[in-house]
């Protein structure tokens, strides 16, 4: 009986470490220039995929080819969204309107999901992990949610220091508090943003990667991932990088628990009511000061 | 130092500034006043490279730098401080501070030098350092703005209107420190509505109609054609 | 202190207003576009049915019924400023209620109809709910997952939808061609079109309308014109739910067929765009919206079936990009650009209030009593231990430094913030437990130190919320000619382009105009030039004098408050220092600091 929980606790820490990252990567992004990036969910999807070619290509890797492979898929996935960020950004610098990006990001969700529909076909990809599943209270735990949980401390650790140690670093956790200010401080702020954009496109692009072998890659995947992320952002809070790899986990056990208990097709509900309750119950989130209330 | 001529601008096609000419030299404080609505913002902002200008030229250290972006103009010296003591409200007073570095890349012992005399003009930011910079009253605020713009060292500040929403007790720390910070050489603007404050400090002043300049002089004879008589010494 | 400054002499005149003609309620871009767009329908409606061509009855229908979702989900968008991703559900629970109650238990269609409804308003209702707690994309991710569900549990509670397997009903009599030769589904769907793009027209410039903008642009100021935020959601919610329910309903007869794929996330998507990608709050948006986002790729595309997806995706991220305010809105930009713009005149304080008039006030020497007041945050007393009032007809001035505690006092006396302790009474009632709309409608009007000029409404409609917030019948205080002449001159103007002095002059304007009897004004001076501040020292004077308001000022400018305030009362760190007439509290040593000395260099 208890083994049972400890596999939902494990599996629910890694998958939920996921969401973590995903979290991570919608605040960077947030904290910058205000942009909720739907299409996260895509590029997170993405970086599975390259997960999957790197297999089709390479064949099963090496452990050293494949840690070669993380920063390589990382980037990639990065560039992918510095492209995505400079065309989400460009309207914004001549319009007033100030809310194209919602319907850019979501395009741009649909778009990728289009083209994966077209090459990929309906189906989704299984990418076997390199490594033997580890024992674990005497059960065998795969591999990936381990190192999921392993890369959401990491890219953590990486980003308090980035943003609260470096200038460059300061200087985004900064602008949206206030855009103009920033601008008449000299602040470049075009540049930032889209430095912004790249950073969550190495987290989200590194996380596709490693969890590859425990997700789902398919066209139609990312919303879930979008969804559930920005669960664990809300019950974080907005902003707060310590929020998310705090709540990123506690989502994912429950998500975990959902399944296992009541059955898969309630999964979506499970989220529902749990991001329901916590906007009702503490919209400003665990660790969040700006409140999602306007009243 | 700084040399506008012939400068116009405005917000899409509704003209604010017509025909603006004006020069400030280094070490002095000149005031701009003026009417609500007669584009005293504006023309900082102009200047500042907020807006772009539509004609006209600005000049400063005798180079062109008419329609350059404040990313250009920060680190060649040119500062501008938006109206609202404007802080980043979640960042700690003292990294509010360091903000003020990014774009004019000044240097580590520059900046060491700077922040020791921002903390003992105002002692309250140096026991604050580490408190979010909401948690600041607007005095305090408007202190914090100034001293990230001084981390800068620019060579011109534009100034908006340091007295808005500030208790007017607040003001003379805020006026001697702008005065102490010319003497060092740099040009100081400022657009003020409490000319009286402003006056006791400025060295020239010059009165804005509607988008023009109508007059502009030593601050004895401004007092003299505005009737407004600083404040007492 | 005197001045020589000239004012200037462009300013708004009282005219004489005999030749106005009676306001038109819609602009003349609104108009055109409602006349086309309902040509549009009907031609659309027409021509399909007149050659006999039965496809196409039935894509100009489904389109149509799409538009009308759009429209309502627009109205929540944009006039009630909240976002919904899941507007496909309300659609799809009505056209599912249809199906089930005709379809499986052999109802007639209008009993679906009820049916159809009643579930969309369940839907709406169950939006609404977080949406009086939270707001913008956090409710947009509810109402996301909602519409992820809602597919799921279709699916989920197969006994009671069928299932995977959807359920068909024919309708056969409503798809049969009348005397007229359109079929009454034709006529039903071209008639609620055409309603649904007048009300999207009409809709912002009713008294609603403009509540629900300044409820969904700014809560406080909403409040403070008696108006309740959560209340005005709601009503949105209701509302939209309502127009989307009936167009849910003619879907199971447009297409024959419900099923749970036909509601999944993407056409609650599709209306969202439809509506932002057409052009936010412009008549022929959602027309234009769904006609490049449903009809081209589904219909003009129809043979590239699977590029369906990435047709539809990359129209919208296109528009977005070269049009930000959507098609029709960058068209109405374009031919607005064109037409010179308008500067703002100065106002002329001495004309707001023309005329002396006998004020049928609430009786009683004083206005607001405190007494023994505290508010605590955290661990910082902004209010401690206050006891003042404040006499009928008086004009009071608040002073102290930055965080002594003065718009904290301001917030709890006109109900935004409760005390932890003490009784404020207004008239005579007591009002801590009151809610801030209950305060305004006592006749306690304020404004705010960064003014409440909302750029979602147009500039006479910033200054007409107040008129709508008019607390009796009387005719109003202010003179009808200045009334007049603003509405003239800001009838003309965009909002964006009122300089922040002016916008300053406005909210007391409409705050005047609300009848409140009791006016809190935050800083109200502040951004004023000195001859202005003498002008504003009249309007206060004439305020008290002429129309006997009770005036609570809070200023920095100690000149001013000694030029216009009967009494005084000076904080420090949340507790009054000091309170009476301006001499003597000027006198006192603990006041003495605030005034201004400038060292000489």
Not at chain 1, 33 to 40: E, M, R, T
Not at chain 1, 57 to 77: D, E, H, N, T
Not at chain 2, 116 to 128: A, H, T, W, Y
Not at chain 3, 400 to 406: D, E, L, P, V
């Amino acid at each position: 009986m208890w083994q049972e929980y400890a596999i939902i606790l494990i599996r629910g820490i890694g998958l939920g470490s996921v969401y973590a990252l995903i979290a991570m990567s919608f605040n960077i992004v947030k904290v910058s220039s205000g942009i909720l990036n739907f299409a996260q969910g895509n590029m997170f999807v993405l970086g599975g995929m390259l997960a999957y070619a790197a297999v089709a290509l390479f064949g099963q890797p090496s452990f050293i080819v494949w840690l070669l492979l993380i920063p390589v898929a990382a980037i990639i996935i990065a560039v992918v969204l510095l492209i995505q960020g400079y065309l989400t950004l460009l309207p914004l610098s001549y319009s007033d309107d100030q809310q194209s990006w919602l319907i850019t990001t979501m395009a741009v969700s649909i778009i990728i999901g289009a083209v994966l529909l077209l090459v990929q076909g309906p189906n989704a990809l299984m990418v076997r992990s390199i490594f033997p599943n580890v024992p674990l209270f005497g059960m065998r735990v795969p591999a990936p949610f381990l190192l999921a949980i392993g890369l959401a401390v990491f890219w953590y650790v990486v980003l308090q220091w980035f943003l609260s140690k470096t200038l460059t670093g300061l200087a985004i956790s900064a602008l949206w508090q206030d855009p103009v200010a920033g601008r008449a401080a000299g602040l470049k702020v075009r540049r930032l943003q889209l430095l912004a954009f790249g950073l969550s496109g190495l987290i989200i692009g590194s996380t596709g990667f490693v969890a590859a072998p425990i997700i789902t890659i398919a066209s139609d995947s990312a919303v879930a991932y979008v969804l559930n992320g920005f669960v664990a952002l809300v019950i974080g809070g907005v902003a707060s990088n310590t929020g998310a790899l705090i709540a990123g986990p506690l989502v994912g056990v429950a998500a975990m628990l959902a399944t296992f208990k009541i059955g898969g097709e309630f999964q979506g509900l499970v989220s529902m009511l749990i991001l329901v309750g916590i906007l009702l119950i503490r919209p400003e989130g665990i660790f969040g000061s700006t409140a999602a209330r306007r009243v | 130092m700084l040399e506008v001529s012939g400068l116009c601008a405005g917000y899409g096609r509704l003209p604010v500034l017509r025909d603006v000419s004006f020069s400030a030299a280094e070490g002095e404080i000149l005031l701009i006043a003026g009417e609500n609505g007669a584009g005293k913002t504006t023309l900082l902002q102009t200047i500042g490279g907020l807006i772009k200008p539509t004609a006209g030229s600005i000049r400063f250290e005798g180079r062109d730098v008419t329609g350059a972006t404040p990313e250009d103009l920060v680190p060649r010296g040119l500062r501008l401080v938006l109206d609202g003591h404007r802080v980043f409200p979640e960042l700690s007073v003292f990294d509010n501070i360091r903000l003020g570095a990014v774009a004019s890349k000044t240097g580590k012992v520059a900046f060491d030098t700077a922040v020791d005399q921002i903390f003992e003009v105002f002692p309250i930011l140096k026991q604050k350092a580490n408190d979010k910079a909401r948690s600041l009253s607007g005095g305090q605020q408007q202190m914090l703005t100034l001293s990230q713009a001084f981390v800068s060292q620019p060579k011109v500040l534009l100034c908006d209107e340091p007295s808005l929403g500030l208790a007017m007790a607040l003001m003379p720390p805020i006026m001697n420190f702008l005065r102490s910070w010319a003497k060092s050489g740099t040009a100081v603007v400022i657009v003020e509505q409490h000319v009286q404050l402003a006056l006791a400090v400025a060295a020239r002043g010059l009165l804005m109609q509607r988008g023009s300049v109508v007059f502009d002089g030593t601050a004895d004879e401004f007092a003299a054609e505005t009737g407004i008589i600083a404040a007492p010494h | 202190m005197t001045s020589k400054i000239s004012t200037g002499e462009h300013m708004i005149a009282a005219r004489p207003s005999t030749a106005r003609t009676g306001p038109s309620i819609l602009d003349r871009s609104a108009k055109i576009q409602v006349v086309i767009g309902i040509a549009i329908l009907v031609v659309a409606t027409v021509v399909p049915s007149a050659l006999g061509l039965s496809y196409w009855i039935g894509v100009i229908n489904l389109a149509t019924i799409y538009i009308v979702a759009s429209v309502f989900m627009g109205l929540l968008l944009v006039d009630a400023g909240q976002v919904s991703f899941g507007h496909g559900a309300v659609f799809g629970a009505a056209a599912y209620a249809v199906g089930v109650a005709c379809g499986m238990h052999g109802f007639s269609f209008p009993v679906g109809i009820l049916f159809g409804v009643a579930a969309a308003l369940v839907i709406g209702i169950l939006f609404a709910l977080p949406a009086l707690r939270v707001q913008w994309f956090y409710l947009g991710f509810v109402t996301l997952s909602a519409a992820m569900v809602f597919p799921q549990m279709l699916f989920a509670f197969d006994s009671l939808t069928n299932g995977l397997n959807g359920i068909s009903i024919p309708f056969t009599a409503l798809n049969t061609p009348t005397a007229i030769g359109l079929s009454i589904l034709s006529i039903l769907s071209l008639v609620l079109g055409s309603l649904a793009i007048l009300t999207s027209a009409i809709f912002p410039k009713t008294k609603l309308g403009r509540r629900m903008r300044v409820a969904a642009a700014s809560p406080e100021a909403a409040q403070s014109l008696g108006i309740s935020p959560g209340r005005m959601r709601f009503t949105a919610f209701m509302i939209a739910s309502f127009g989307t329910g009936l167009a849910g309903v003619l879907y199971p007869p447009t297409v024959g067929f419900v099923s749970p794929n036909a509601f999944h996330l993407d056409i609650s998507i599709l209306f969202f765009f439809a509506v932002i990608v057409g052009g936010k709050g412009q008549p022929l948006g959602t027309i234009a919206g769904i006609t490049l986002l449903y009809m081209l790729p589904n219909v003009f595309l129809a043979q590239l079936v699977e590029y369906r997806p990435l047709v539809y995706g990359l129209v919208a991220f296109l528009v977005m990009l070269l049009m930000p305010s959507g098609i029709i809105g960058g068209i109405v930009r374009w031919l607005t650009l064109r037409q010179k713009p308008q500067a703002m005149p100065a106002l002329q304080f001495s004309q707001i209030v023309d005329a002396t008039q006998s004020a049928k006030h609430p009786v009683g020497d004083i206005a607001i009593e405190i007494e023994g007041l505290r508010k605590v945050f955290g661990n910082v007393v902004a209010i401690n231990n206050v006891s003042m009032n404040v006499r009928r007809g008086e004009i009071h001035g608040l002073v102290g430094a930055n965080g002594s505690g003065k718009t904290s006092l301001l917030n709890v006396l006109n109900g935004f913030t409760n005390s932890d302790a003490g009784s404020v009474k207004v008239n005579g009632k007591e009002i801590t437990s009151l809610k801030a709309r209950d305060v305004a409608h006592l006749g306690v009007g304020r404004t705010f130190q960064t003014p409440r000029i909302l750029e979602q409404l147009g500039a006479w409609d910033n200054v007409q919320i107040g008129l709508d917030a008019k607390l009796s019948p009387n005719p109003t205080r202010v003179s009808p000619a200045f009334v007049d002449s603003l509405r003239d001159t800001l009838g003309r103007l965009r909002t964006e382009s009122i300089p922040h002095g002016q916008r300053r002059l406005l909210e007391v304007i409409r705050v005047i105009l609300t009848d409140a009897d009791i006016l809190l004004l935050d800083e109200p001076a502040a951004g004023l030039s000195p001859e202005e501040r003498v002008a504003f020292a009249g309007l206060l004077r004439d305020l008290r004098d002429k129309l006997g308001l009770t005036i609570v000022f809070v200023e920095h400018d100690l000149d001013l408050v000694a030029r216009v305030a009967d009494r005084v009362t000076v904080l420090e760190s949340g507790a009054v220092i000091a309170s009476g007439d301006v001499a003597s509290v000027w006198e006192n040593p603990r006041v003495k600091p605030l005034f201004v000395t400038v060292r000489h260099a």
